[in-house]
Structure formats: C-alpha cells, structure tokens
C-alpha cells in the first residue's frame, strides 16, 4: 500500500470535499487498511469535528464494518436510527446522519478500504445512488492502486538503484567498523526510519553485542558495546525464526523485554531483520523510530534484502582480518626462526673458530716441529705437503665461521662489515664493485644490522650467480630514521614481474623479502632482460641497539 501513503493525506482531503460536495452528503470519510492488515484508518473525512475523528482514527478490521466492507466486499446501508450494530460509533455522530452507507473502496485485486457516506435524509438512498457510489468507490480504489503502483515502481527503482550502489561499496569494503556505519546509515535511509543498528551474535549464539548505531537523537546516548542475551529479546525472536520481526510500539510490545535499551535510545516503531550467513544467523540488522510506527512489508523486504549484502560484507571482513591475524603470526614465527637460525650459525661458528681452529692450529703446529726435526727427505716432502693442505683448510675455516656469522657486525657496524664482505667474497675476479657508503653514520638494532647484510650478501651472490655483470653497484645511505641498500649490476638482467611464474623461484630473493617483511621495510626489485637489475632496500630505523653501529 505504498500508494495511499504516496498519495498524500492532504490530496485524499481534497478529494474527500470535493466528494462531499458533489454528492451532496454532511458526511463523507475515507478509511484504508493499514500495513499490517489489523486496523482501518482514517485518511481523510468532512464533516468530523476534531474531536471525533481522534475518536475514530482508526477501528479494527475485525468490526462490522471491516468485516462486512473489507473482507467480504460488500455495502453496509443503514437507514433510520441506529440500531446499535454499529459500536464505536458516537451518538453524537449518528444524530448529524439519516441514513449511512460504507462502500469497499476496491482495486481489481483487493479491497484498499471503505468511503463512509452520512446522508442527510433518514430513508434508504435510491439504488441508482448506492450503484454510483459502488462505482465512486471503485474508481478511488483504482486511483489509489495505480498512484501507488506508480509511485511504488518508481521507489522501487531508486531503491533497487541505492541497494546495488550500497552493494558494490559494501563489497568493495573489508573494514568491519566502515561496513557496519554503511549498513546501518542505508538501513535508516531506506526505510526513513530514525534509527539503524547492527547487533552480532557471540560465538555461541547466546548473546548480542550492539556493533554499529546510526545517528542518534540529541542527548540519545551511545549504546555500542552494549550486551545483552539473545534469549528474550524481540532480536532474539528473528535469529531464531531467521524471519523479520515488527513491532509498533516497543514501549507496550508484551515482547519486548529490553525496556532498558529501548528507554535509553528511545524506541517505539521497529523493525528488525535478520543477518543471514552461511551457516546460519550472524545477527540482526533493527531500525526504529521515536513514534510507534508499523512498517510496511516493502521496508521488510527492502531491509532483507540490505541484511542479505550486509551479511556477505561482514563475513568477507571477518575472513579478511582472520587474514591479517594470520599474517601477523606468520611474521612472529619467521621472526623466531631467524632467531633460532641466526644463533645457530653462531653456535657453529663458534664451534669452528674456538674449538676446531686451535685443535687444527695445534696439528699444524706439531708437523713444523716434525719438518724442523728432519726426518727423510721422502717424509720431509709429505709434511710440507700435509701442512700446506692443514693452512688451507685453517683458512676455509675462518671464512667458513666469519660467513656464518659475520663476527666484525657487532664490533664495526654494517658498513666495515659489508665492506669486508665484498673485498673478501666478491672482489678480485672479473666482476667490479664499487662500494659506497653515504649519510650520517647511525646505531643500527642488530637484527636490521644482520638482515641488511644477509641481503647484500645473496644480492651479490645472485649478480655473481646469474648476471654475467662487468660491474655492480653496492650503496648503502644511513639516516637516522632509515636506511637504504642498493645494489645494482649491468648484467643479462631478467623480467622480476614474471618470477615464479615462469622462472624458477629460488630461495635467495624469498628471504630477502621475509626478512624485510618481519622489519617492515620495503624491496622494490627493478629488471628487465638485457638492462640489468637493481634491488633497493628501505627499512625504518627504530630501536637502537649500543651493540652495533651502522
Ligand atoms: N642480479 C640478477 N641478474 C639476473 N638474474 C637474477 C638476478 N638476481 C636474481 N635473478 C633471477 O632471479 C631468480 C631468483 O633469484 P633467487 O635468489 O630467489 O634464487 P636463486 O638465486 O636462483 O636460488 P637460491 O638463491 O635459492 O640459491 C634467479 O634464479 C635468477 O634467474
Ligand atoms: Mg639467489
């Protein structure tokens, strides 16, 4: 019945004088079934003083006349006096007429409701007066109906236009908090109603937790946050039955229990709908207003279908942050296993340099002693030989344990080490390096300290491995907020936005972006076949760690 609203009560008054006028009658009302079906309420009337129209506002469909009239879809006539059939109706009122009549005001399909008619002459009207009025009350009926179609198809259009826009924008979203205020503000609009709030289930499905408001009232307190059991509540009643819920005055509903929340956010009219997921009821999406109100079974229907969007967002958002959490996780145990890596080099190291070093040191030792003894010539010649084969594995050794754990990183700081790093792996082939260190010198935290090394270290095994480079690059700029690695080469080059698929994904540049990920730095990878490569690394210099000094 969107149309008799539409139609406006101040045309239905209109039309009703003229009526009036026309017909030449003292009295003339129109009544029409309101949304839910129960009352039939008065749109317009002449000839009512104020008093008597707030009298009879609205009779209940379950009366003669809603019986008679509207359900059955006949004409009630009654001449001469009352005859008391016809409660609530005022003596006063029955005085002003001779003889009434009610006509169904009827479309082609139902009936919308009746015109009441108070003739001045106490006999029955003539029936050729009584057939024009069933064909007046025809013609309203039609009137009404086709204005509402109408109006409804083109309230239906912009809605349906709204609910796809609030859809895309929905989707397009997976920040639960901005999903919500979205949802709940669209709810309002839609159905012009004052208030809009999301309430979500617990895990358990035993309590609500109000998620989201709209615009409250001045001096209307927020109620976000708010909790309350499911059981007993008029939202409860919807996530139970998954079906919409209505409610004209929460302030009598013998439902509704929370008088509480209803008090603190003034609440009459509502209507509320449920969140459908999945796996069943999620939540509710309620609005309401200040006044008791019914709303209609187009906002019923409207805000179902907004619940349906909503229920899709919220879930993508969930999912999303279960995302983020697990991100997050992620990171905590690349983190450790850096750690637990990290110290284990160390621990090998130690191992190598400490204890293997100056038992191997001691062996080389006892076999100068020998060679000085001099024993024969053919012995002679294997002890040199063993001692040269025991130097070189000495020296392995050392840069074994210096590689696994770069020991000057914590004495000289990044730059030295990198430094080292390059004269003793990477210089003194065909590949050039040129090696420069700008900005002000800063104390970097071991653990950046570390990474940024590692990460020159596979950047110039790669260019070593891969590039067939003549010359590379290493810059490294240290500021006191951040620091920058740059390693660039004038190799073969590869196209980066086509690793991994196509190209075999090696472990080297994976871990260079873990290790940059867990410090939340940034590594851009620049190549193209035939131009070379450029890797640049920026990181954020936080905690500040005495122990080393970039
Ligand atoms: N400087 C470079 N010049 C040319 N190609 C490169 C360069 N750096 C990396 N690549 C290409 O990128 C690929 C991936 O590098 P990544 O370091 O991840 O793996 P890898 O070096 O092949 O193996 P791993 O590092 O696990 O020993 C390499 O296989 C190579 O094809
Ligand atoms: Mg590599």
């Avoid at 708010?226 to 079906?243: H, K, M, N, Q, Y």
């Avoid at 110290?343 to 100056?358: C, N, Q, V, Y």
């Avoid at 004038?490 to 410090?519: I, K, N, Q, W």
Wanted: charged share 25%; net charge positive.
């Amino acid at each position: 019945m969107a149309g008799e609203a539409r139609l406006g009560a101040r045309r239905l008054a209109g039309l009703a004088s003229r009526l009036a006028r026309a017909l030449d009658v003292p009295v003339l009302t129109i009544r029409l079934v309101d949304p839910t079906g129960r009352w039939l309420d008065l749109k317009a009337a002449v000839g009512l003083s104020k008093r008597m129209r707030a009298r009879l506002r609205r009779i209940p469909l379950e009366s003669l006349v809603g019986n008679e009239a509207v359900r059955r879809g006949r004409r009630i006539v009654r001449a001469g006096n009352p005859d008391g059939r016809l409660p609530p109706w005022p003596r006063s009122l029955l005085r002003r007429y001779g003889a009434g009549a009610f006509v169904p005001i009827r479309s082609d399909t139902k009936v919308l409701g009746v015109l009441g008619v108070g003739f001045r002459e106490s006999t029955r009207p003539a029936a050729a007066q009584l057939r024009f009025l069933d064909a007046l009350g025809r013609q309203l009926g039609t009137a009404i109906h086709v204005v509402g179609a109408g109006e409804s198809r083109r309230e239906t259009r912009s809605e349906t236009r709204f609910l796809r826009r609030i859809a895309a924008a929905l989707s397009a979203n997976l920040e639960l908090p901005a999903i919500l205020d979205m949802v709940t503000s669209a709810a309002q609009r839609l159905t012009r109603s004052r208030g809009g709030l999301v309430m979500l289930l617990n895990r358990d499905g035993t309590e609500f937790e109000i998620a989201s408001t709209s615009r409250l009232e001045e001096g209307g307190s927020d109620i976000r946050g708010f909790r309350f059991p499911v059981e007993g509540s008029l939202s409860g009643i919807a996530v139970r039955t998954g079906r919409a819920v209505r409610c004209r005055d929460a302030t009598t509903d013998r439902r509704a229990l929370l008088r509480a929340l209803q008090q603190t956010a003034n609440v009459r009219g509502l209507l509320i709908v449920p969140l459908r997921g999945d796996s069943g009821v999620i939540g509710t999406l309620n609005v309401s207003s200040s006044r008791p109100r019914v709303f209609s079974d187009h906002d019923r229907r409207t805000l179902m279908q907004l619940g349906d969007h909503a229920s899709i967002a919220i879930r993508n958002a969930r999912l999303f942050e279960d995302v983020l959490g697990h991100r997050q996780l992620l990171r905590q145990l690349y983190s450790q296993q850096y750690s637990v890596l990290e110290s284990e080099r160390k621990r090998i190291a130690h191992e190598l340099h400490d204890e293997m070093g100056p038992t191997l040191s001691a062996i080389l030792i006892n076999l100068q002693l020998l060679k000085e003894r001099g024993m024969d010539t053919a012995l002679d010649a294997k002890v040199v030989e063993t001692e040269s084969l025991l130097t070189g594995i000495i020296e392995k050794i050392r840069e074994l344990a210096y590689g696994l754990r770069p020991p000057m990183l914590e004495h000289l700081g990044l730059a030295e080490s990198m430094k080292w790093l390059i004269e003793t792996y990477f210089s003194g082939g065909r590949l050039v390096v040129d090696y420069r260190v700008s900005g002000s010198p800063v104390r970097l935290d071991s653990d950046l300290a570390l990474a940024l090394y590692r990460i020159a270290q596979e950047a110039l095994t790669n260019v070593v491995k891969h590039a067939r480079a003549a010359h590379v690059k290493v810059h490294l700029h240290l500021a006191p907020t951040s620091v920058r690695l740059e390693v660039r080469d004038d190799g073969c080059g590869f196209d980066a936005t086509r690793l991994g698929a196509e190209r075999r994904v090696g472990l080297g540049l994976a871990s260079m972006r873990e290790r940059m990920d867990h410090l939340r730095g940034r590594l851009e990878l620049r190549s193209r076949p035939g131009k070379g490569s450029q890797l640049v690394v920026t990181c954020p210099v936080e905690a500040v760690d005495a122990r080393a000094a970039g």
